[in-house]
């Protein structure tokens, strides 16, 4: 049985039926999920999109109790994307200032059950309020060993390969690397994500069936799942049903 963790609290976990039944020596490493289905969420119950990123924004601490609780390493969260900017800007106003709200509110309890914040994306075009509550939350955090709470916050993955190339080419032509010493391990250390792990299972909500410009080269063997949910009305009920899945996976990475 997976031991559980103190985000519980000493009262009986909810849920502990599932847990019970996972495999404790098969939990992902990493877990990412595209958390999609917000402002389609608010809309069906006639509320402005805004109310579905503010109920999607509780959800996370919601699904980084039930990572931690089973042993996932690292949860890394699609928050927002370099193609996000296109929405319109009240939306992405709202959007940026979620981390003020969200960070105040949780960092005591985040610190106190040795999470880690971490930010995977760009900084430039990002108000400087929003990286404020980012970096106090990573600084805060800094020393924490437990599970990495991951943000991929103005992210994207062909601006992100497309940087890695230029960045190695430039070493290449100073001869701070050699051409011998090229292969997919060296590429994966000029990435934003170095140097976390590649993903076991990506779980994307909504019922969309793409990956949308999300860690396109580190996704290349995770078990993907998906749901027709929308990001608010994800539970922990259906994250563990999502490892239950990956668990009856047989990962052969084209092996037999």
């Known amino acids: 049985m997976i031991p559980f963790k103190k985000w519980f609290g000493g009262g009986k976990p909810q849920h502990e039926e599932l847990i019970a039944g996972l495999a404790a020596d098969n939990i992902p490493n990493h877990v990412a999920v595209i958390m999609d289905g917000n402002g389609r969420w608010a809309q069906k119950r006639g509320l402005p999109r805004i109310a579905g990123h503010h109920s999607g924004m509780k959800n996370v601490k919601k699904i980084t109790m039930a990572a931690d609780a089973i042993g996932v390493k690292v949860l890394t969260l699609y928050a927002f994307s370099t193609e996000n900017w296109k929405r319109p800007k009240e939306e992405v106003e709202y959007l940026m200032k979620l981390p003020m709200e969200f960070f105040p509110k949780e960092i005591e309890e985040l610190i106190a059950n040795n999470v880690q914040i971490r930010m995977t994306g760009w900084q430039e075009g990002l108000p400087d309020y929003t990286l404020k509550a980012i970096q ?29 190339v230029k960045k190695l080419a430039e070493d290449l032509k100073s001869g701070k690397v050699d051409e011998s010493q090229l292969d997919e391990t060296l590429f994966s250390s000029y990435l934003l994500t170095h140097p976390l792990p590649d993903p076991d299972l990506l779980i994307r909500t909504s019922g969309e069936l793409r990956i949308s410009n999300f860690l396109m080269w580190q996704l290349a063997y995770s078990e993907l799942w998906f749901t027709e ?12 049903e999502a490892i239950q899945e990956y668990q009856r996976r047989a990962r052969r990475y084209g092996g037999l």
């Open 229 to 240: 949910l929308c990001w608010p009305e994800f539970t922990e009920q259906h994250f563990y």
């Open 136 to 164: 106090d939350a990573i600084d805060q955090t800094s020393h924490n060993t437990g599970l990495i709470l991951n943000f991929a916050l103005n992210y994207g993955s062909r601006r992100e390969m497309l940087s890695g």
